[in-house]
């Protein structure tokens, strides 16, 4: 399983007093509306634009030769697929398994499939392609994801 832990002072926000209880109220709401949201800013990332939502890796590298071989002959499940962008929706697996859940001072996204592992730290296909999906807790997510958490917060709070 690929996953990250979303907390407010990860986008340079104060810590603020999780006892008080407006706060509680506002991490609430903020939590209801920013997991489908980022779910959302996620899945257009990876499966329409073909780009990591985690800062500095940019677009996904080129599909391997045989791949784009197999691609362009479209048999099997391959018969709707592109070559651009590179956006992980061969089976379509991933893209329903993006999940997330509120914790105590912000929320946890993770992807279910075990191929979400391949792609994201082990590498996918003979290459070992790495296609990072989801930050670790020393990056970030880019910056079109990171705005939108961002606004999202201060109108919140």
Known sequence: MVKTVVKPQ?????????????????????????????KQEIIESIFIRGVSPVSGFGKYKAYSKSYKEQIRRGKGKFANKDIR????????????????????????????????????????????VIRRMLPNDNEKFNQVITRAIDNLFKKTF
């Open 10 to 38: 990860n986008f340079g926000f104060a810590v603020l007093k999780a006892v008080d209880t407006e706060y509680k109220k506002d991490l609430k709401v903020f939590q209801r509306k920013a997991i489908p949201m980022l």
């Open 85 to 128: 962008p590179i956006n992980l929706t061969l089976s379509g697996d991933l893209l329903k398994s993006i999940k997330g859940r509120p914790t105590a001072n912000g929320f946890t996204i993770w992807f279910s499939d075990k191929k979400a592992k391949w792609h994201d730290k082990e590498g996918a296909g003979r290459s070992k």
